[in-house]
């Protein structure tokens, strides 16, 4: 049964809905529809469920896009209901027939509801009706033809009477049966051999036996031609072992000494090592990035030229009207060309294969039926729904203001915690330090806290970030818990009034679950401010693999009904990849989460706000 059924206009105004069901809904599935699938560009999807403790909902929708109305049904998840797509068909025909912009109440359409309800239902019990009795003749026909094989003559196919089998119970010529027989020779073990003979004791016998195929499979394996049964008795040496790197094994007494030789430490337990302090300006995150256009003006006005000789040798009319829609309302197989070549225009610019094709779906989901402009062009207008649909994913849904937030938590006397999390080789501990510099720009006193605990020189490569930044690092070595470094660093910055806590974690790929488990850990136990995910501009379909995969594990293994995921993105390596930035629409569109900081380049001072603008016009370029 239908827990809901809802027609609201794309403006948020309900026009219409069902009181005959009057079941209060559990949460806020149609809000969660809206926030986290309709503005985000997911209304290409089948369906949406709602999973929240006490609701299992399962939402379905549909469109009338020429007038902007939007259809939703909700049910329990449990259930399904085979006739809620027809339901929403009928009911969005007959309620687009009575609907008028200026009209406020559809009391009277209670009544129009219900019979279209209880044809749909009869409609999926005759469908269900058939579909049994269709499963019901075709096991009945192969019933049959089971019976007729066996029956016909009393013979199996290929094979000799039945009831004269010779009275060993062979009921076939060449058949292996279940007592081990097999006419015309022997089984032995799963392999049927000439005149009783095993194969495999036969390899090199003159009786025919003898198959190629198989002494290759066996040269293949390591058996030698000249190998003897006296070799398995120790007459021949044994082959040297390889000699392999034995594990580390750490805090044993007969360990060898530490490995540390960054920081060698003079007698009077002075460090050695001196590191200027930095001095690289300004940080770019400050600096505001006016995107240009001139570019694109140029080629517009160049294509527009081409276009006036085009017209001069072809003629106006002609020209003009190639390519133009000739229907009123826009059909799913009007969009189809535009879209494969956006789709493949979006590929070659890195965006992953699957968000290319639920962008497009969703693209089609908003233009079909809609009513096109006189004189546009199919292609233009495909071009800018998903410009549209690109600057609503890209633009962040929820403010994430670092400097006032730190402000916000300093007020209430304690640190702002920062995590930075990602795969191995992103760049991790180099864009912890950039933040930190850009931190401390704004007069932000921060701390930085060591706890890739499991890579060889993190501690020391920190540390030497801390001494250029010269601001204080705690740390505890290695092979210790990194959710304890991480508790203990927290309560080192409150007692010295650090403003911030820029927490560094191991790099660990998202099938690690050991790794994977600590981390959820350390989200878990120290409650973070903020969970960075450092990823590489570089990938392309493998940034839906992270992500999803590392937003999955946080909240499978996490002990929190409520687990913590991924806040924000960091993209490193910015400035080596072009124009193919279909990484960061990648990141967005399978997490959620915005891109809050753009590293492009090595010093201190590469760090940028994402352009949203910029993205979107070189994605489309």
């Not at 559990?26 to 985000?40: F, H, N, Q, V, W």
């Not at 829609?325 to 070549?341: F, I």
């Not at 392309?540 to 995921?565: E, I, W």
Request: charged share 30%; net charge neutral; aromatic share 6%.
């Amino acid at each position: 049964m239908l827990e809901q059924l809802l027609i609201f206009t794309r403006g948020g105004l309900i026009l219409w809905t069902c009181k005959e069901l009057g079941n209060a809904l559990k949460g806020s599935p149609i809000d969660t529809l809206i926030r986290s699938c309709l503005l985000e560009e997911r209304s290409g999807l089948a369906s949406f469920n709602y999973d929240v403790p006490g609701a299992n909902y399962s939402l379905k929708w549909t469109f009338h896009n020429e007038l902007g109305i939007v259809f939703v049904a909700v049910y329990q998840k449990i259930l399904h209901l085979l006739y809620v797509d027809d339901l929403l068909s009928m009911v969005k025909r007959e309620f687009s027939a009575v609907y008028d912009p200026c009209r406020m109440d559809y009391s009277d359409f209670d009544d129009v509801y219900r019979q279209l309800r209880l044809e749909a239902e009869a409609r999926a019990e005759e469908v269900k009706k058939s579909s049994k009795l269709g499963a019901r003749n075709v096991g009945k026909k192969q019933d049959q033809v089971q019976k007729a094989k066996y029956n016909q003559d009393g013979k199996r196919n290929g094979g000799g009477d039945l009831k004269s089998d010779g009275g060993d119970g062979d009921l076939g010529k060449g058949n292996v049966l279940g007592n081990g027989h097999v006419n015309g020779g022997i089984y032995v073990k799963g392999v049927k051999s000439k005149g009783g003979v095993n194969q495999k004791e036969n390899l090199g016998s003159d009786n025919g036996a003898f198959d190629v195929n198989k002494l290759k499979n066996l040269r293949s394996k390591g058996v030698k031609k000249n190998d003897t049964v006296a070799d398995t008795k120790g007459s021949k040496a044994e082959p040297n072992k390889k000699v392999t790197k034995k594990n580390r094994v750490w805090g044993e007494a007969n360990a060898p000494a530490k490995l540390d030789y960054t920081d060698p430490v003079a007698e009077n337990g002075d460090k050695q090592v001196n590191i200027m302090p930095v001095e690289e300006g300004e940080s770019m995150m400050d600096q505001e990035e006016v995107f240009s256009s001139d570019s694109e003006d140029e080629e517009d006005a160049q294509a527009g030229s081409d276009t006036k000789v085009q017209t001069k040798s072809k003629g106006w009319l002609p020209s003009m009207f190639r390519g133009f829609v000739g229907k009123a309302n826009l059909e799913r197989t009007d969009l189809e060309p535009a879209l494969k070549a956006l789709k493949d225009r979006l590929m070659t610019k890195n965006v992953a294969e699957e968000i290319a094709e639920k962008l497009c779906e969703s693209v089609s989901t908003s233009l079909e039926g809609k009513k096109l402009a006189s004189f546009t062009r199919i292609s233009s207008t495909v071009q800018t729904a998903m410009e549209d649909a690109l600057v609503r994913i890209l633009t962040p849904k929820r403010s994430i203001d670092i400097l006032r937030d730190v402000h916000a938590a300093k007020e209430q006397g304690k640190p702002y915690v920062v995590v930075f999390v990602g795969v191995n080789g992103v760049g991790k501990s180099t864009n912890l330090a950039k933040v930190a510099y850009w931190l401390l720009q704004h007069k932000v006193s921060v701390m930085m806290a060591a706890c890739d605990t499991f890579r060889s020189g993190a501690v020391e490569q920190l540390r030497t970030h801390a001494s250029r930044l010269q601001i204080p690092i705690f740390e505890k070595g290695y092979e210790k818990d990194p959710a304890i470094v991480a508790k203990e660093a927290i309560l080192e910055a409150s007692r010295n009034g650090s403003d911030v806590v820029l927490v560094d974690t191991a790099g660990r790929m998202q099938d690690n679950e050991p790794l994977m488990r600590a981390l959820s850990k350390l989200i878990y136990l120290n409650t973070p401010d903020l969970v960075l995910f450092v990823g590489e501009a570089l990938v392309g379909n493998d940034a839906v693999d992270q992500l999803s995969k590392f937003n999955q594990k946080l909240a499978d293994l996490s002990p929190s009904p409520f687990p913590r995921l991924i806040d924000g993105i960091l993209l490193t390596k910015f400035d080596t990849i072009d124009d193919k930035v279909g990484a960061a629409l990648s990141m967005v569109y399978i997490s959620g989460a915005p891109v809050m900081f753009v590293g492009c380049g090595q010093s201190y001072t590469d760090l940028k706000k994402l352009n949203v603008k910029s993205i979107v016009k070189t994605l489309l370029k």
